[in-house]
């Protein structure tokens, strides 16, 4: 079955390729592209992390962004709610978006609740195969809830919030993920080296050769 982006592209749209590739990029850059895609639980730590690794990224000479979730929905997605076809919508072009800065030979860092398997793994199919780094950020709902930084889930009890992920929408953790961080038991410092500890062990942070 088309999904809609399918649906509504014309047959004149065509895909330009560009004089510089994606492995010029890397060249130049010193290190390879990929996409680190966080999924958690909102208040999990998936955006505390992934600015974390930033800033660390940064700091080595590495070229690197994050795309937050709260972030895009103001701008790019800002159309979209939050039923289960939204939330598909909003990871398709957020993946989409990973998928380019990846070609210009960035190191992409995506903080997205993304509670679908299904969708995740079609971001996945995007990339080249070693490009996808899936990041299960691990924590129970209810240390989520005594967390609560930005006052959600007292919200979503109340009903104030519909569909909210956790409480009444389902979270569909990764079967399979790269990297699992448990962050009722690792600290910030711990995620963020383990992080840091898989780009180098997967070669992403040097060019080989």
């Keep these: 079955m088309k999904n809609v982006a399918q649906e509504r592209r014309q047959p004149y749209v ?17 290190h390879r592209g990929a996409v680190v895609w966080f999924t958690g639980l909102s208040g999990a730590g998936k955006s505390t992390i992934a600015r974390e690794v930033e800033w660390r990224l940064f700091e080595m000479g590495k070229h690197v962004f994050v795309l937050d979730g709260d972030n895009v929905r103001h701008g790019l997605n ?6 289960p076809k939204d939330r598909e919508e909003n990871i ?8 380019l800065f990846r070609n210009a030979g960035m190191i992409v860092l995506t903080a997205f609740i993304s509670p679908y398997r299904k969708d995740r793994e079609q971001v996945r199919k995007l990339l080249p195969e070693g ?8 924590c129970g709902v209810d240390t989520c809830i005594q967390r609560d930084p930005k006052g959600l889930y007292q ?3 109340r009903g104030e919030i519909p569909e909210f992920t956790g409480i009444s929408a389902p979270y569909e953790p990764p079967e ?3 990297l699992v961080l448990d962050t009722e038991q690792m600290s910030v ?3 963020v080296d383990a992080v840091i500890d898989l780009l180098d062990r997967q070669g992403i942070l040097h060019l080989s050769g």
């Design 176 to 178: 399979d993920p790269e």
């Design 131 to 138: 490009d996808f780094l899936e990041i299960y950020v691990k």
């Design 14 to 30: 065509i895909w330009h390729e560009g004089y510089v590739q994606p492995e010029d990029f890397e060249r130049r850059n010193g």
């Design 155 to 157: 919200k979503a009890l």
């Design 92 to 99: 398709r072009r957020v993946g989409e978006v990973a998928k």
């Design 78 to 83: 800002r159309d979209l709610g939050f039923s």
């Design 189 to 191: 410092e711990k995620c």
